[in-house]
């Protein structure tokens, strides 16, 4: 399968962080979130970005230390963000909130965190 340009290799990095900070936010992440979350990336992701598995254990790594202060991970969230910029096209913005609900989706149930976290991402990224 051909890769998708959609992104450039930063973008889709915070992209992907992004979903596994949604997958995570409930303190479980279930398998089918994951498959989600690997569907998109199978698409997006080159070689030439490094090795997928160990970018998902270091972001995993780091959602973990988040998830003890929910102050920090609002932080995170905007400054995410922020590094996506305010040039995303709408098909950027498209994409990138479909793979959230995506991720929300997976499990079959919606917690209240996947809730408040999909508000925090709408607010920051549903701009156009």
Known sequence: MENSALFNETE????????????????????????????????????????????????????????KDESALYEKVDTLTTELGQNLSSEQRKVILGLLGDVIDADNVLAIEETNLFAAFIKRLGKN
């Open 12 to 67: 889709l990095k915070l992209v992907i962080y992004c979903a596994a900070m949604m997958s995570s936010i409930d303190k479980e992440v279930h398998d089918r979130e994951w498959d989600a979350i690997q569907s998109f990336a199978d698409k997006h992701w080159k070689d030439m970005f490094g090795d997928f598995v160990e970018f998902q254990k270091r972001i995993f790594t780091e959602i973990n230390d988040l998830l």
